[in-house]
Structures are given as structure tokens and as C-alpha cells.
């Protein structure tokens, strides 16, 4: 019962649906940072992520005994793990790394008596991946370069400022991080990076906004008599009122209550009898979409997917993995948000300075990578203009499988191949506008932060959780993820920002609008059209194909990148498919996560 009156407070959350029922269904207290540093957990941390398996039996996936056995086996080399999994995500992962023995390779060479540090690396990509592989490398000696085609580093964190005043930028790329156990590394990584950092570079996290009470729900043309848009706190009690068709005996029911309701067991489950139990269940339906299981497992209609899917996610994110959005709902439970302080960007710029200069080239363009004869592997690439080649004795590929997919490369096994071409991935589109003041927390229900959800082009309004209460500009964020971002991608950059206005004048009038905004201030990205090419949302049953094989390397040629893990779309993602990676060419089972 608990359970469904913290769901309903979820009904116009703007986020993926980890965002919305899991993040209530279990009220944790994290101890809070101190000087920008992670100080505790209120209850035993995972210290890092399991990352190579040494046994090279795979277990059977129906027999319940072996796989307790071999979860709990010294073999399976979690660095610095307290005991068996503790989130369902862990216990995943450790699934996926037993379906194909050809991923298992790698571990072989993690038996070396001394790892490797006679060797030069190259790193193709600078996004979080590329450069936490060179944090890595750069901590054991390793010699290593890293070649990033754009004039930024940081990939897919991308913060646009409209100008050098404060809080006068959006947050283009990533945004916000749960302060949860399984995201520890991350805040690892911006302790590390605040203790080797001069002043000027220091990270400080702040508070992440994630909803407030007056954002607004704007679906199906639904407003009060007055004309006004509805409003969170109104929806919660009465989301007939969004007047969506579905069966009279749900109407009163919130979506993310419906939601909870369709996956309750699998929750239930984990609370119960743990992570690696609950699997046993959830695992028979990992080759279900999200959608086939309502329909086909609990009888929903097509009207009550839709009503679910858009006031809880984007468009067709309920094709993906039944798998994957549940382990996002348990894992996000209980969570707090955070943000970096005056930008993400800061962290990506932090790490390049560590890095160092004299070991990264930005604006390379890496378009071949060839295996030479004497067993090494050379890049070929174009820098300010000129055609360059440098050889390495190993290459880590941080990129996308989209890029890899048009690079000039070695044929690669078999199953690589196929891997590199279907992992699949999701556009995301932003449009940040700068206005003269931040109407929106002013009048009679104000957005102190949070955003709202639509059915409009642009799905969520997302209002900044930096500068709250200044009487300064502010900028308003719209944001639309999969199927919803490709709809803008025809549209000129003029006619996009004609359109988030539309958008947002359908919220808070055109007049309102038409004299608050400051052209020409407005900045679209489209991931899709980026080298980041969007974030990685695997559809029914790829992980278990891909993940090894993915993961696995091809001579002397490795790869990373979030899409590498089983932590997708977040920054975690990277870093941890980065340790994972740098294992493998170090030859180092030792080697953990940056930390103090």
C-alpha cells in the first residue's frame, strides 16, 4: 500500500521509468558528501563491478544449486566484492558474461604473474570510456595516446553556455546521476579527480531536482476550465482527467501505479529472496519486450500500453528489454539525485587535464585501423588537415559500434561483426532556449525545478535545478528521447527552435513566451547525428548474444564504451566498461576503480 501512494506522486515524472516507480519503492538514507567527496553508504557498499569471469565452465541457466555455487566461487574475480551480488543488475551481468564461452577469452591472459607495462596503447575516443582507460593506463606508467575526433572531450557530456555568466547553460548530453550503491565509482572518480586537481577544476556536486509538485502534465489536449494546464499535484488524484482511453475500471488509476502493479511480483521478489533468486525468475522473459510481456503476460490492451509508455517513458521504449526496464525500476529505488555544479562538462575538461595534452590529440579523425605485420596495430587519421599514422602494440576502440561500423578495419570474427552491426542504439534530442527571467518559478504554482511531461514534440520540459530563485536569465531545456527525437531531425535549426517555443507557449501562453526569450539563443543537439550516435537501449535478448562477444577483444584491438556494460546510458557505463577493458590490456585482475 505504501508502495502505491509514493507511485502516484510519480504520474508526470520526465525520465526513463527507473526515474518514476523504482525510485520510491523503497525509502533508503545515504550519508551525504562532505568537501565534494563520497564519504559512506548507509549499508554495505559494492566496491566495483564484477568484470572477467575465470571459470571456464558455463553453468546451466535452469539449474538453480550450480548457479548459487558458482556465483558464490572464488573464481569469479569481483575486485573487492563483499560477498555475493547485492542489486539484480549484478546478478544480470554475471548472467550475460555465462551465455557465450567465446567472450571468456580474455580472461586467460588475466593469469600473468606481472601485468603488463611495456607497451604503448592507443585510445580512439575521448569520451568517458577513452578517458578513464587513459586515467587508467596513466597510473600504471603505460605510455598511451588518445585520439579524439572532436575539439571537446567528453562524448555524449556535453554542457552549451550561451555565455560566460552564471547558470546561463543546459546540459546537452548527460544531466544528473542517482546517488545510489551501484554508482559509486562515479563519485569515486570525481574524488580522485578533486584530489589530483588544482582550485580552478574541482568538482562540486549539488542537488538534483528530479519533480516538483506544480510541473506541469500537458497530454491529449487535457487543461483545467480556465484554459491552464494541469498540474502534477491535480493528476495524482484524478488522471481520468487526462482523459486517456482506457478500460473504466484503470481510469483512476496513475500509470506508474499500473506499472507497479504489472511488475510488483518481480520487486517483491528481490526483497524477499535477493538479486540472484529473483533472476531465476525474470530471466525466462529476457527475450520479451516490455510491451509483448503486458500484452501477452498480463493482458493489457494496446490502449493501456500507450497510456503507461507515455506518461512513464518515450515513445517505444517499451520495445526494449522487459529485462533491462525492470532491473532499472529495482535498482533506482530510494535514490537521491546530483548534479555538477556550473556544468558535467567540468568533469570530461578535469580528466583531459590529468590526462595531459601531450597525450591526447582533439580534432583527430581516426577513418582506418590495420593489424601490421609485426603483430601491432596501426591508426590511421587526419589531424588539422594533415594524413597521419601511428602505431601501437594495443588499440582500444572507446567508440560507439555505429563508428566502429564505418571505420576502415581488419574482417573480425564472425559474431563480432554481426554484434558491431545490431547493438542497438537510441537517438536523444535537446534544445536548450535562454529567457530574460525564470518565469516559470513565479505566479501561483511555480517549477522550482523538475520538469514536465507532454505529448508535444517536445515529451518533457525539464526546468534547472541550478540558480533556483535568482532574479537573473534562466534557460528552459526540451528534451525528447527515441522514437520522439527523430521526429525534429528534418527540421532546420531555425525551425526547431520555432517549434520548442510552440511547444512551450502551448504551457505558458505566447505572449508570455514570445517576450521572455532571447533569440537568438537557442542550441539543438541531436545525438543521432553526433559521434556518439545516441545511447545504447538494447532490444529483447541482446544482451545475453552480444555481451561477451562485444566485450571481447580481436588481436590486439580492444573496445569500450558504455554499450559494454550492463549500466547503459550512464556515465558509469563507461567507466566501468573502461576498467573492464584496461584489464584486458594490462593484463591486470588487480586493477580497480579510481579511487582516494
Known sequence: MKIIKLAILFVCLGAQPSYAVGSLLRAQKFIEFSNNNFIDFSRKTIKARFLINTNKRAFSTSDDTNIKKTLNSKKFTFSNLEGAPTSLRQAYQIFCEQQNDIGLDCSKRLIQAKPRTDIKVGIVGGGMAGLYCGLLLKSRGVPFHIFEANNRPGGRIFTHRFTEEEDQYFEAGAMRIPQIDDQLPFFQLVSYVNKYSNQQDQIELI???????????????????????????QVKDHPEDLKFPIPDKHKKKTAPILLT????????????VGPVEALEALKKFDDYSMRSYLIREKGW??????????????????????????????????????????GMSRLPHACRKLIQDENIFMGANVHKIEDTEDNKVAIHYNHLGVQKRDIF?????????????MLQKPL?????????????????????????????????????GGQSITDLPSRWIVYPSYGRGTDKPGVLLCYSWMGDALKWLPK?????????????????GEECIKNEFIPPHSKSVSWATEWALGDAKFLPGQFKSYFNIARNSENNVYFAGEHLSVYHTWILGAIDSALTTSKQVLEDEKLTFLKI
Not at 502493479?261 to 524477499?272: M, P, Q, T, W
Open 412 to 448: 573480425w570474427s564472425i559474431e563480432k561483426e554481426e554484434a558491431i552491426r545490431c547493438m542497438h542504439f537510441e537517438p536523444l534530442y535537446k534544445i536548450g532556449l535562454r529567457f530574460k527571467s525564470r518565469f516559470w518559478e513565479k505566479g501561483a504554482y511555480p517549477s522550482s
Open 261 to 272: 502493479e504489472a511488475i510488483g511480483d518481480f520487486i517483491d521478489l528481490v526483497k524477499k
Open 301 to 342: 490492451d494496446s490502449s493501456m500500453v500507450n497510456y503507461v509508455e507515455t506518461m512513464t517513458a518515450q515513445t517505444h521504449q517499451f520495445d526494449h528489454s522487459f529485462t533491462e526496464v525492470v532491473i532499472e525500476y529495482v535498482d533506482f529505488e530510494g535514490a537521491n539525485w546530483k548534479t555538477i555544479k556550473n
Open 492 to 508: 532546420s535549426p531555425q525551425e526547431q527552435e520555432e517549434l520548442a517555443l510552440r511547444d512551450l507557449s502551448q504551457l505558458y
Open 393 to 405: 602494440d594495443k588499440v582500444i576502440l572507446a567508440l560507439p559500434p555505429g563508428v566502429i561500423r
Open 207 to 233: 542537488p538534483y531536482v528530479l519533480n516538483d509538485s506544480n510541473n506541469y502534465v500537458f497530454v491529449n489536449g487535457a487543461r483545467n476550465v480556465d484554459g491552464s494546464p494541469l498540474r502534477f499535484e
